[in-house]
């Protein structure tokens, strides 16, 4: 099974020199581009090299609505920061971190065993086997809950297959509802040394995510979903590795707080998708520890037909792009070829 179509949001945005800045997301089933709508007239006139600043000025206009808005402001943030970054002609990486030297090279997360529940078990170990013979040191399966000992045995299949030298974790996508419930499920993988189980509860139950951190033993992941450097605190507190995604949380501007509030917290920062520009998030805060990769032969990532160029990634390393900008090569011609609508302001 593949996705024929994907919802994305494309944002692009000029300064009064024509310099040009860029952003992509997901839709997720909620009204982006409504919101886009509703908040991006108060980033107009905006200094775009203080994201910061703007992004606090619409929270500040839409507190009551800020939730339901968050996806569309993050997509402005974004799109300032990498006019920030063009007009200082220097890569996000280094306008984030001025004087320290920067990683040129970031390890990469392979993400594996979607339509695992459609799928025989040797044919996730095949397209595992496939990561592997990339370099990808880090794969992350999609669990399939519904199915009773399915997943213990695709690990025990992965693990029989590539050893210990591998380091697998899993996705839960929020499977639970009840800490009795994710105990149950998540002992039967503890005997595989998961590098982590994320998201076992929604977002919003970050409590029962630290109650289950507490009880099982094993490595927890959370943060994706969240609303503003609020829910990051949540998760922070939560969970072990902090998911960021700059394109949905609160844009760079947030991420880039919640990374530098996970480290004294003892926590690892692991970015949501989105390779360019967490490579450059992941070169100037050594906090974060890899980038995540979704390949295109999982039928499941399209963002790639709206690109200009794609991420380098050779022996599971992403190499950062050292161009100006936040490192996203948009080709506006294909995402106007591809748009359903097109808002203009």
């Known amino acids: 099974m593949v996705y024929r179509t994907r919802d994305y949001v494309a944002v692009r945005a000029m300064d009064s020199d024509g310099l040009v800045g860029y952003a992509l997301g997901f839709a997720r089933g909620v009204g982006v581009v409504d919101g886009l709508r509703t908040i991006a007239p108060l980033a107009i006139g905006r200094r775009p ?24 402001a993050s ?27 920067l990683r040129a090279q970031i390890p990469a997360l392979a993400v594996a065993g979607y339509f695992a529940d459609q799928r025989s078990v040797e044919s996730v ?4 086997g496939a990561r592997v013979t990339e370099g990808y040191r880090r794969v992350k399966l999609v669990l399939t809950p519904g199915l009773r000992g399915r997943d213990v045995a695709v ?37 595989f040394g998961l590098e982590f189980i994320e998201d076992p509860f929604a977002p919003q139950a970050w409590r029962l995510t630290r109650q289950l951190r507490a009880t099982l033993g094993v490595p927890i992941a959370a943060g994706e979903d969240v609303v503003g450097i609020e829910g990051f605190e949540d998760a922070i507190e939560a969970a072990d590795v902090v ?38 998030l992941a070169a100037a805060r ?5 980038v995540e990769v979704i390949p295109r032969d999982t039928g499941v990532e399209l963002s790639w037909q709206l690109l200009r160029s794609e991420p380098v990634i050779a022996d599971g390393i992403c ?9 996203l090569a948009l080709d506006w011609d294909a995402v106007t070829r591809s748009a359903d609508a097109i808002l203009k302001l």
């Open 319 to 327: 190499a950062v792009d050292t161009e100006a900008g936040a490192g």
């Open 49 to 72: 090299t203080d994201p910061t600043a703007m992004l606090e000025s619409v929270r500040r206009a839409f507190i009551p609505g800020w939730p339901g808005l968050v996806r569309s």
């Open 155 to 191: 690990f025990s299949a992965l693990r029989a297959a590539f050893g210990r030298e591998l380091a697998l974790s899993c996705d839960a996508h929020a499977a639970w509802q009840t800490v009795d419930e994710a105990l149950a499920a998540c002992r039967t993988l503890k005997p």
């Open 286 to 290: 050594p906090i974060v520890s890899a």
């Open 75 to 101: 997509l402005l943030d974004v799109a300032f920061w990498d006019i920030a970054a063009k007009m200082a002609g220097v890569p996000l990486a280094r306008l984030i971190e001025p004087t320290r030297e």
């Open 243 to 280: 998911r960021i995604d700059a394109t949905s949380s609160g844009g760079v501007t947030t991420a880039l707080s919640a990374i530098d509030r996970s480290q004294p917290a003892g926590r690892s920062v692991l970015p949501v998708i989105w390779p360019g520009i967490n490579a450059q």
């Open 125 to 128: 170990v095949q397209e595992v």
